[in-house]
């Protein structure tokens, strides 16, 4: 057992907000009796943290398949995200983790799993947390990919006509999640432990180095409609050419799901949060990169690399002719 599986709780560790309402205790929290906050507006309350060193995700790649849904298993770039709260255990932000795919002729996407309301508490003392929250997943171009012919050519047409274009995060294609099963439900559960609904590699496992382990699942929505013809369909367009590099991650219907294995708790400085989700919310775009160093490939079960569709770029040609085709009388661009 290493030092991390048996390390405490850091000084000034005071708790007690767990045991605040009964409800909230395990072996089914029930947090519905705390509102949820926005997750960067409470960050001058934070004063501890978890840091997720291990952000192992998981996805079938082809859903379809009921027989054989491929299911796949990659670890995002360490130490991205973070759980954070207060010396009595109340959760005041969560930071997600974000990854990228590349496309022959669209070049380098990122994608990041943002935040958009929690709640929770956490134990130090036993190990134990519990959390909701709600997220949309972002899709946008990377600095590289904009340099693509092609991405140029709409880009400009974007522009000149004031339309919406994804080169960057705040203009990110955003994609719906909500609870499995319950697309009327956009809050979903953040648990102590390992999921339990798939078989889990040892390779995607980190008993002897974590700290602790938790676990969420999230259904993949359709992306949010802009109400411009041109505009939808090339972000389907984009979303599209994504899950055909990333194995369908963010496939509709998709359960998106991820084991976060913590490193033992630390002291926040704020103002190091704030730069911290600052600087992960826009860095990325800078050459797309962890300073902790890289995630894994994807993986299935047997350690197999995943590997596209060996026609992804005929696919790809086809889908991007279908478009030119259809907007080309109002694009006036040649194919």
Request: aromatic share 12%; glycine share 6%; net charge negative.
């Amino acid at each position: 057992m290493t030092d991390n599986n048996k390390a405490g709780p850091v000084p000034g560790w005071i708790g007690g907000f767990e045991e605040s309402n009964s409800q909230f205790a395990y072996p089914d929290p029930n947090l519905k009796s705390l509102p949820m906050l926005d997750n960067m507006a409470n960050i001058d309350k934070l004063q501890r943290q978890q840091p997720v060193q291990w952000p192992e995700f998981s996805w079938e790649t082809d859903k379809d398949d009921s027989a054989d849904p491929k299911r796949c298993y990659q670890m995002f770039a360490p130490d991205i995200s973070r759980l954070g709260y207060t010396d009595e255990g109340r959760v005041f932000s969560i930071i997600c983790p974000q990854q990228g795919t590349y496309s022959k002729h669209f070049g380098t996407l990122n994608v990041e799993v943002t935040v958009t309301g929690q709640r929770g508490w956490v134990n130090e003392t036993t190990k134990k947390m519990a959390a909701d929250m709600s997220v949309v997943g972002k899709v946008w171009f990377s600095p590289s990919a904009c340099q693509s012919e092609l991405v140029k050519l709409i880009w400009d047409y974007f522009k000149d006509n004031k339309l919406p274009f994804p080169f960057n995060k705040a203009n990110a294609i955003r994609v719906t999640t909500f609870s499995p099963g319950k697309p009327d439900q956009p809050i979903f559960n953040l648990r102590s432990g390992e999921s339990t609904d798939f078989p889990i590699p040892e390779f995607a496992k980190h008993y002897d180095e974590a700290w602790d382990v938790s676990n969420l699942g999230v259904e993949i929505g359709p992306i949010e409609k802009v109400d411009h013809p041109l505009v939808d369909d090339f972000n389907q367009l984009i979303m599209d050419v994504f899950n055909l590099g990333s194995g369908n991650m963010l496939q509709p219907s998709n359960v998106l799901t991820w084991n976060v294995w913590f490193k033992p708790p630390v002291l926040v400085n704020t103002d190091e949060w704030r730069t911290h989700a600052e600087r992960w919310r826009d860095s990325i775009d800078a050459g797309h990169g962890s300073p902790d160093g890289p995630g894994t490939a994807a993986r299935y079960f047997d350690g197999t690399p995943f590997k596209p569709l060996e026609n992804i770029l005929d696919i790809e040609v086809e889908k991007i002719e279908e478009f030119f085709k259809k907007h080309l009388p109002l694009l006036k661009m040649p194919i």
